[in-house]
């Protein structure tokens, strides 16, 4: 299985984007997170969904990302809005599942501009 992410770009502050994340098939699935990474600095979790449906999401994006998914399509989203410079990073999703455990998409950059 392969996650194959959209989405990315550069907007200015203030802006909205939403990034995809699509399995190559359908696959049943523990939990699924959008992670992030910034240049000098660690990954980090941004929101997570479960696949009850609950959701969570890091302290920095509460109240401005959304984490959704989208069953018919069998695809993951992450809508972003009101974005910072500080949300700068290559943005990654990952899926855990029963059959294969972790897997990573490849990541796409935003780029938040002040």
């Known amino acids: 299985v392969q996650l194959v992410e959209s989405g990315g770009g550069l907007v200015h502050a203030g802006g909205s984007l939403r990034l995809s994340c699509a399995p190559s098939?359908?696959?049943?699935?523990?939990?699924m997170g959008w992670h992030r990474q910034a240049p000098g600095k660690q990954r980090e979790l941004v929101a997570r969904i479960t696949s009850g449906g609950s959701t969570m999401y890091a302290d920095s994006v509460k109240g401005r990302f959304t984490i959704s998914r989208d069953g018919a399509n069998n695809t993951f989203y992450l809508q972003m809005n009101n974005l910072k410079p500080e949300d700068t990073a290559v943005y990654y999703c990952?899926?855990?599942?029963?059959?294969?455990?972790?897997?990573w998409g490849q990541g796409t950059q935003v780029t938040v501009s002040s």
């Open positions: 990952n899926v855990l599942t029963w059959s294969a455990g972790a897997i």
């Open positions: 098939r359908s696959i049943f699935f523990i939990n």
